[in-house]
Every structure is written in C-alpha cells, then in structure tokens.
Nanobody, 124 residues
Framework: QVQLVESGGGLVQAGDSLRVSCEVSGRAFTMYAMGWFRQAGGKAREFVATISRSGGRTAYTDSVKGRFTISRDNAKNTVYLQMNSLKPEDTAVYYC?????????????????WGQGTQVTVSS
C-alpha cells in the first residue's frame, strides 16, 4: 500500500495551462504504474492518463490527447500531469492512483490506492 497526495489544482481560464503533481510514499514507487483520473460533478470517475513503471510508456483518453502529458520522476517519487489548452469541460477533481501490479487495464478497479484529489476549474 502507498499513500498519495495531489497538489497544484486551481482556477484557470480556458486556454491556460496547469500542472498537477502527486507525491507517493510508502512502498517502492517504481513498483507501480501510475494513473490520473478525474471526476466531474454528478459523473463517474474517468480515466485520463497512465504511465508505466519506468516512464517509458504512456496512454491517454482521446479527449486529452495532444493537450495533456503525464510524466514521473522516480527520484522524487512524484507523478505529474501537465495540462495545456484547458477547456471548461476539463473541470473536475483530479485523482492520482497507483495501479495494481498485475492489472493491464485502466478502469477504476485496476487501481488499488488513491489520493484525495485536487480540484481543477476552468472558466470560459
């Protein structure tokens, strides 16, 4: 089990950029692929991006491809989500999560440990 703490959310205007961070403590960070999810008011939590243990492979949901970039710094036990060209529909609470070791999917059930979330609000 690991502990995850997100930071960096805030209120921005459409077209702006924002980077959210997630610091991980507990077991070895490099044991875990990591992901970012988001949940808008009244909606289900949805997958945004994932990164492999080494950082060499990433994947994104279609709506953020070309705008968001996930990265990790294994020396700092931190995963990042750089968000550019933000849109009002990106408004949500953003959660980072540590993936179950043997999981291959990107559903909520494939992730074992979660942070508390950080609010990102994009005004039009």
């Amino acid at each position: 089990q690991v502990q995850l703490v997100e930071s960096g959310g805030g209120l921005v205007q459409a077209g702006d950029s924002l980077r959210v961070s997630c610091e991980v403590s507990g077991r070895a960070f490099t044991m875990y692929a990591m992901g970012w999810f988001r949940q808008a008011g009244g909606k289900a939590r949805e997958f945004v991006a994932t990164i492999s243990r080494s950082g060499g492979r990433t994947a994104y949901t279609d709506s953020v491809k070309g705008r968001f970039t996930i990265s990790r710094d294994n020396a700092k036990n931190t995963v990042y989500l750089q968000m550019n060209s933000l849109k009002p529909e990106d408004t949500a609470v953003y959660y980072c999560a540590a993936k179950n070791y043997y999981s291959t999917g990107n559903d909520v059930k494939d992730y074992a440990d979660w942070g508390q979330g950080t609010q990102v609000t994009v005004s039009s």
